[in-house]
């Protein structure tokens, strides 16, 4: 342990009027309220959970289609392109639903990390949150998390059946369902964007300039 990190804990220790480590009552006690993940107080709210996702996420200037199922995907990928005069030129990962979608003869899609002159990604998202519009998206070796940050526009798909209330809910899935945490959880609410110039918004800052969700599923 380091002589910063030693002189810091003995700063906690010596505000809580202790001279040595804690109780083995307490210590355990501390355990035990760790392990049991415990949900603290939660703001209510009456919103149908898919109306408030979207809703939430169209506030921060995210956009998003709604289709029927998987088959239509690409139909929509397709439309935002075209109507944002985009090239067909993508790069994306693997998942279940980008890796079942079939894409025209036209279409250049590398599968790789992304790097600064790209301009699409298509990604998949592990969950939605209804609270605030969030979009939680998991790295991995056929997800990169560069795809978060580096092309213009970042196009998104989620199950419906994805969606949940409170951002709570992301880390009980996240233990239920994996094995171990990914190295990088990335919780993204609407595209890139800073005040810091000016006070004025700008899109793009940090990452996507447009975030596009397609919902999946009725």
Do not use: C
Not at 46 to 62: C, D, S, T, Y
Not at 104 to 124: G, Q
Not at 194 to 216: C, F, K, M, N, S
């Amino acid at each position: 342990m380091s002589d910063s990190r030693v002189e810091v804990l003995q700063r906690i220790r010596g505000a809580l009027k202790r001279t040595g480590p804690a109780a083995w009552s307490v210590q355990q006690s501390l355990h035990d309220r760790i392990a049991s993940h415990r949900i603290s107080v939660r703001p209510i709210y009456g919103e149908e959970v898919i109306a408030r996702f979207l809703n939430k996420h169209v506030a921060v200037h995210g956009t998003y289609d709604w289709v029927d199922a998987s088959n239509d995907v690409m139909d929509a990928v397709v439309a935002y392109l075209d109507r944002h005069s985009i090239a067909p030129k993508v790069v994306t990962g693997s998942g279940s639903m980008i890796d079942s979608l079939s894409w025209p003869n036209e279409y250049t899609v590398e599968r790789r990390p992304a790097v600064k002159l790209d301009k699409v990604a298509i990604s998949e998202a592990f969950v939605g949150i209804a609270e605030t519009g969030t979009l939680v998206l998991l790295s991995a070796p056929s997800a990169p998390a560069s795809h978060n940050y580096l092309p213009d526009d970042q196009i998104v798909l989620l199950d419906i059946k994805r969606v949940v209330r409170y951002q709570e809910d992301v880390w009980t899935l996240l233990r239920d369902e994996l094995a171990r945490l990914p190295r990088t959880v990335s919780l993204i609410t609407g595209p890139s964007k800073t005040g810091d110039v000016e006070q004025t918004i700008e899109y793009g800052a940090h990452g996507p300039r447009r975030l596009h969700i397609i919902l999946i599923g009725s």
